[in-house]
C-alpha cells in the first residue's frame, strides 16, 4: 500500500520538473538572443565611428592644404602689389623733371588756322566742297521738279481713268455717246453658272459686301481666268486674241450675293482694223461709219 502511493507521488513530481526544465531552456535562449543582437549593435557602432573618424580626418587633411594655398596666394598678392607701387612710383619721379612748356590751347589754334589758310592744298579741299555742294543743290532741284512732273502725270492719268469708268448707268450712256467703245451691262448672282456678257463668259463665286469686293471667273477664248478680290469700280484687263485694245470687266455696284457692272469692248476688233486698213475695191463702209447695233449698249444680263 505505501508503495503504491510512492509511485503516485513520484508520478505527479515528474510532470513538474519537465515543465521547469522547458521555461529554463526558453530563458535561456532569449538571454543568448539578446547578447548576440547587443555585440551586433557594438559592432555596428563601432564600425560607424571609424568610418565617422576617416572623414573627419579627410575634412582636416583638406582644411589644411586650402589654408596652405591661400597663404601662398597671400604671399604673391603682396608681392605683385609692391611691385605694381614700384613701377607707379619710378614715372611720377621722372615727370617732376624738367617738363617742356606747352602753349595755350588758343595760341595753337591760331596758329593751326592761319597755317591752313596758307596752304594751297586747303584752298584745294574748299573748292571741291563747294562744287560737290553745287551738284548736290542741282541734283535736288532736278528731283524736286522730276517729283512735280510725276504728280501732275499721276494726277491726270488719275482724273482720266475717272472719266473712263462709269459708276451708273447714266455715266455708262455718257461714255457711249463718246463713240470710242462698247458697252453690255450685267448683274448676276453668286453661281457655278457662266453667263454670255459680250465677249466674254463671267461667273460671279463670292461678294463682300463689307470690304467691296467679289471673286469672278471668266471665260476669254475658252481659257478660264479666275479673279480674286476684284474692288469695286478697279478695272481688270482682259486681252482677247480678236482685240488689239484691253477688253475690260468694272464692277459699279455690289448687293448681298449678287455683283452688277459692265464690259468695256474696243469698237473695231483686229480683223476689222486689218480690213480697214488694206481696203479692196468691193464696197466696203466708210471708215468710221456707224455700224448696225453700235452706239447702242447691250441690255444687262440678268439673273432671276
Same mark, same amino acid.
Given at each position: 500500500?505505501?508503495?503504491?502511493?510512492?509511485?503516485?507521488?513520484?508520478?505527479?513530481?515528474?510532470?513538474?520538473? %519537465?515543465?521547469?526544465?522547458?521555461?529554463?531552456?526558453?530563458?535561456?535562449?532569449?538571454?543568448?538572443?539578446? /547578447?548576440?543582437?547587443?555585440?551586433?549593435?557594438?559592432?555596428?557602432?563601432?564600425?560607424?565611428?571609424?568610418?565617422?573618424v576617416?572623414?573627419?580626418?579627410q575634412?582636416?587633411?583638406?582644411? /589644411?592644404?586650402?589654408?596652405s594655398?591661400?597663404d601662398?596666394?597671400?604671399? *604673391?598678392?603682396?608681392?605683385?602689389?609692391?611691385? =605694381?607701387?614700384?613701377?607707379a612710383?619710378?614715372?611720377?619721379?621722372?615727370?617732376t623733371?624738367?617738363?617742356?612748356? =606747352?602753349?595755350?590751347? /588758343?595760341?595753337?589754334h591760331?596758329? /593751326?588756322k592761319?597755317?591752313?589758310?596758307?596752304?594751297?592744298?586747303? *584752298? %584745294?579741299?574748299?573748292? %571741291?566742297?563747294?562744287?560737290?555742294?553745287?551738284?548736290?543743290?542741282?541734283?535736288?532741284?532736278?528731283?524736286?521738279?522730276?517729283?512735280?512732273?510725276?504728280e501732275?502725270?499721276?494726277?491726270?492719268?488719275h482724273?482720266?481713268?475717272?472719266?473712263?469708268?462709269?459708276?451708273?448707268?447714266d455715266?455708262?450712256?455718257?461714255?457711249? !455717246?463718246?463713240?470710242?467703245?462698247?458697252?453690255?451691262?450685267?448683274?448676276l448672282? !453668286?453661281? !457655278?453658272?457662266?453667263?454670255?456678257?459680250?465677249?466674254?463668259?463671267?461667273?460671279?463665286?463670292?461678294?463682300?459686301? *463689307?470690304h467691296?469686293?467679289a471673286?469672278?471667273?471668266?471665260?476669254?477664248?475658252?481659257?478660264?481666268?479666275?479673279?480674286?478680290?476684284?474692288?469695286?469700280?478697279?478695272?481688270?484687263?482682259?486681252?482677247?486674241?480678236?482685240?488689239?485694245?484691253?477688253?475690260?470687266v468694272?464692277?459699279?455696284?455690289?448687293?448681298?450675293?449678287?455683283?452688277?457692272?459692265?464690259?468695256s469692248v474696243?469698237?473695231?476688233?483686229?480683223?476689222?482694223?486689218?480690213?480697214?486698213?488694206?481696203?479692196?475695191?468691193?464696197?466696203?463702209?466708210?471708215?468710221?461709219?456707224? %455700224?448696225?447695233?453700235?452706239?447702242?449698249?447691250?441690255?444687262?444680263?440678268?439673273?432671276?
Amino acid at each position: 500500500m505505501e508503495e503504491m502511493k510512492f509511485q503516485e507521488s513520484e508520478n505527479k513530481e515528474r510532470p513538474v520538473s %519537465q515543465t521547469a526544465l522547458v521555461t529554463t531552456s526558453l530563458v535561456a535562449f532569449a538571454f543568448l538572443c539578446l /547578447a548576440v543582437a547587443g555585440l551586433y549593435y557594438a559592432w555596428r557602432l563601432r564600425a560607424q565611428s571609424d568610418e565617422l573618424v576617416a572623414k573627419i580626418d579627410q575634412t582636416n587633411a583638406s582644411l /589644411a592644404e586650402t589654408r596652405s594655398q591661400r597663404d601662398e596666394l597671400s604671399l *604673391k598678392l603682396a608681392s605683385l602689389t609692391a611691385t =605694381t607701387a614700384t613701377s607707379a612710383t619710378q614715372p611720377a619721379q621722372a615727370e617732376t623733371g624738367a617738363a617742356p612748356a =606747352t602753349p595755350k590751347p /588758343a595760341t595753337a589754334h591760331r596758329r /593751326a588756322k592761319r597755317a591752313q589758310a596758307n596752304d594751297p592744298r586747303w *584752298k %584745294q579741299v574748299q573748292d %571741291q566742297l563747294a562744287e560737290h555742294q553745287k551738284q548736290i543743290e542741282g541734283a535736288r532741284e532736278d528731283l524736286d521738279k522730276t517729283r512735280s512732273d510725276l504728280e501732275g502725270t499721276i494726277t491726270a492719268s488719275h482724273d482720266e481713268l475717272n472719266g473712263t469708268i462709269a459708276r451708273n448707268h447714266d455715266e455708262l450712256v455718257a461714255l457711249e !455717246k463718246r463713240g470710242e467703245r462698247d458697252f453690255s451691262e450685267f448683274d448676276l448672282t !453668286k453661281s !457655278k453658272d457662266f453667263h454670255r456678257v459680250g465677249p466674254l463668259s463671267i461667273a460671279v463665286r463670292k461678294v463682300n459686301t *463689307k470690304h467691296d469686293y467679289a471673286d469672278l471667273e471668266i471665260l476669254v477664248d475658252d481659257n478660264r481666268i479666275t479673279k480674286k478680290h476684284v474692288n469695286l469700280l478697279e478695272p481688270v484687263m482682259l486681252y482677247p486674241a480678236n482685240y488689239v485694245q484691253p477688253v475690260e470687266v468694272i464692277l459699279n455696284h455690289l448687293d448681298k450675293n449678287r455683283a452688277g457692272g459692265y464690259i468695256s469692248v474696243p469698237k473695231f476688233k483686229r480683223s476689222e482694223l486689218s480690213a480697214i486698213g488694206t481696203p479692196n475695191n468691193s464696197a466696203t463702209p466708210a471708215t468710221g461709219a456707224p %455700224q448696225p447695233g453700235a452706239g447702242l449698249i447691250s441690255r444687262p444680263a440678268q439673273q432671276p
